[in-house]
């Protein structure tokens, strides 16, 4: 039983460091069955020490009554005295041993809790939960979700500027801001494509405010952008500019392979969210008519039609620059 313990944990050791998280997830609920099956031997054996120690006291008891001399008592004492002993010694060492098996298991309750976390800072929740149930998640379609893009202007000549190290720290400092923002406005992060960022509002579950929660998330973004241009000029140093775009329509999402796999989107509604982004300005959040059609009735919301706009691989379309109404537009 203690080799095959030991094996299934080093399996679950093994699919974990390839990225087999399923896997890993898996031998490890099968260690934590081996374990309570030794645990549940040991109870037994405790038991068993325990009516030892109740007939060594019942024959203590009937030496006295029978009357025995002095003599032969005293041998049968000693003699239970050592059966006792030892029955102390071996509960001792059960001890020892539940003692060793708390400690062992508390540390692999850590360690599945660590690979938990890993695994929902890699998938939505839902997905996760599907993952580890089935060895697998379903690709699903989702009607209507809003796709927002992010894109830095000028970010290869502010690569000449700065040094490799200096570049992807101010890229981690944004990247990780714009994270906090998807998460506080329950916006799913899908993925960064060199310095492109793209999140979608709406899935894994579905629901009816993800236009607007996007548009506020995008908002906030280009404010923080802003912020960090203003302290980079004051102090001389180089700065980001940023461009949004925004689009709704349907997606099929999932995960897709078996190793280092990650949540995504797929359809003709990224796309046209990428040139949303492309096609728009510099510090303006530009979205299509599918998602103006959802928001324009919001208040605190203005928007400036730019009419069609080529878009590259698209052709014309219907595109709005938005923005959050001054206190004087909307007194």
């Known amino acids: 039983m203690k080799y095959r313990k030991d094996a299934l944990y080093e399996l679950s050791r093994i699919a974990e460091h390839n990225g087999d998280l399923g896997l890993a997830l898996h031998l490890r609920g099968q260690y934590d069955a081996v374990k309570d099956s030794v645990l549940d031997a040991d109870k037994a054996r405790a038991v068993s020490l325990l009516q030892v120690q109740y007939e060594t006291e019942k024959k203590e008891q009937e030496i006295v009554l029978l009357g025995k001399d002095k003599e032969v008592q005293a041998k049968e004492i000693q003699k239970q005295k050592l059966v006792r002993n030892g029955f102390m010694g071996g509960f001792a060492l059960v001890a020892l041993f539940a003692g060793v098996f708390l400690f062992q298991r ?46 830095f202007k000028g970010f290869t000549a502010m690569s000449e500027k700065l040094t490799a190290k200096e570049l992807v720290a101010d890229i981690h400092e944004c990247f990780s801001a714009f994270d906090h923002i998807m998460e506080k406005h329950g916006i799913e992060k899908i993925k960064t494509i ?81 040139r949303m982004e492309s096609s728009g300005e510099v510090g303006q959040v530009n979205m299509s008519e599918s998602t103006y059609a959802l928001v324009k009735n919001e208040p605190g919301l203005t928007f400036t039609p730019r009419g069609k706009v ?21 007194a």
């Open 310 to 330: 080529q878009a590259k691989g698209k052709g014309e379309m219907e595109m709005y620059f938005v923005t959050v109404a001054s206190p004087k537009s909307t």
């Open 106 to 151: 508390n540390r692999i309750g850590k360690e599945k809790k660590r690979s938990e976390e890993l695994l929902l800072n890699i998938l939505p929740a839902e997905v996760a939960e599907e993952l580890k149930a089935k060895g697998e998640a379903d690709a699903k379609q989702i009607d209507q979700v809003t796709v927002l893009f992010t894109d």
């Open 194 to 274: 060199g310095d492109a960022y793209m999140a979608a509002g709406g899935l894994p579950v579905p629901n009816t405010t993800h236009a607007l929660d996007v548009v506020r998330a995008a908002f906030e973004i280009r404010d923080f952008i802003a912020e960090g241009k203003a302290h980079k000029v004051a102090a001389g140093l180089p700065y980001f500019e940023i461009r949004i775009g925004i689009h709704t329509g349907p997606v099929v999402a999932g995960i897709v392979g078996v190793k280092k796999f990650a949540y995504d989107i797929w359809g003709d509604t990224v796309n046209t969210a990428s």
